[in-house]
């Protein structure tokens, strides 16, 4: 268990690290939905080896009793819950309740939601390698 809890430290560490050494990105819109829920500040835009794609690193907050809203991202998304607890709801998956140093990953163009139920915020490092130039995310129809 160990083990696994150490690339997520890392993780957060790395994006903690960006943070103090890069200009911050204007900020990822969410779904139109969730606005007022979900909030996203850039940390680090950088390329990435794979032609085409770019990583976003972003410190993310969900309101209490909020939703992300469905969407979906151009490329993967790898986060790491530094608090609070949610539900992720993965089309054609069962929801499951994340909480503090734990972490999922979300493939591309599969619709989501993150539901917090609770009365505190949930703040999250979200990873995201994906499309170069195309939006952050993504309204599910």
Do not use: C, W
Not at 9 to 25: D, F, R
Not at 69 to 95: K, N
Request: charged content about 20%; cysteine-free.
């Amino acid at each position: 268990m160990k083990m696994m809890m150490l690339p997520a430290l890392l993780l957060a560490a790395s994006a903690s690290q960006a943070l103090a050494q890069s200009a911050p990105a204007p900020a990822a819109a969410p779904p139109a939905a969730a606005a007022s829920a979900l909030k996203r500040t850039p940390v680090l835009h950088a390329d990435v080896t794979a032609p085409g794609r770019e990583a976003a690193v972003m410190r993310v907050e969900l309101a209490p009793n909020g939703h992300a809203g469905r969407h979906t991202h151009p490329g993967d998304e790898i986060s790491y819950v530094v608090d609070g607890e949610a539900e992720l709801v993965v089309e054609g998956e069962a929801p499951r309740r994340i909480g503090p140093g734990q972490a999922f990953v979300v493939k591309e163009g599969r619709i989501h939601d993150l539901r917090n139920a609770g009365s505190t915020p949930v703040h999250l490092i979200g990873v995201y390698v994906v499309d170069k130039g195309k939006p952050l995310a993504t309204p599910a129809r």
